[in-house]
């Protein structure tokens, strides 16, 4: 089993940043990628970006040249550096580990809220 537990959501005001974390624990050798989803009341869950083991990314195309994901192997975390914040980018933000046998994202955070507005 893999244990994901996120931190640095809050409340910010358009256009300032944040930055999320997530600590990987467990069986860390089955993990392949990860990465972010968000849930927005009313709106369909979104991959918001992914970083593979080997440091390729991908990102919705709503958050891109905004959003920046990384990964610290050494730490087993992964960070999502979100700036130009916009009040469309509040969710629940939950942290994601792909299996590497499944190839789904099995493993998830308990979530962090991120709330942009004035």
């Known amino acids: 089993q893999v244990q994901l537990v996120e931190s640095g959501g809050g409340l910010v005001q358009p256009g300032g940043s944040l930055r999320l974390s997530c600590a990987a624990s467990?069986?860390?050798?089955?993990?392949?990628?990860m990465g972010w989803y968000r849930q927005a009341p009313r709106k369909p869950r979104e991959l918001v970006a992914a970083?593979?083991?080997?440091?390729?990314?991908n990102y919705a195309e709503s958050v891109k040249g905004r959003f920046t994901i990384s990964r610290d192997n050494a730490k087993n975390t992964v960070y999502l550096q979100m700036n130009s914040l916009k009040p469309e980018d509040t969710a629940v933000y939950y942290c994601?580990?792909?299996?590497?046998?499944?190839?789904?994202?099995?493993?998830w955070g308990q979530g962090t809220q991120v709330t942009v507005s004035s």
């Open positions: 994601v580990a792909e299996d590497l046998d499944s190839g789904e994202y099995d493993y």
């Open positions: 467990g069986s860390i050798f089955s993990i392949n990628a």
């Open positions: 970083i593979r083991s080997g440091g390729s990314t």
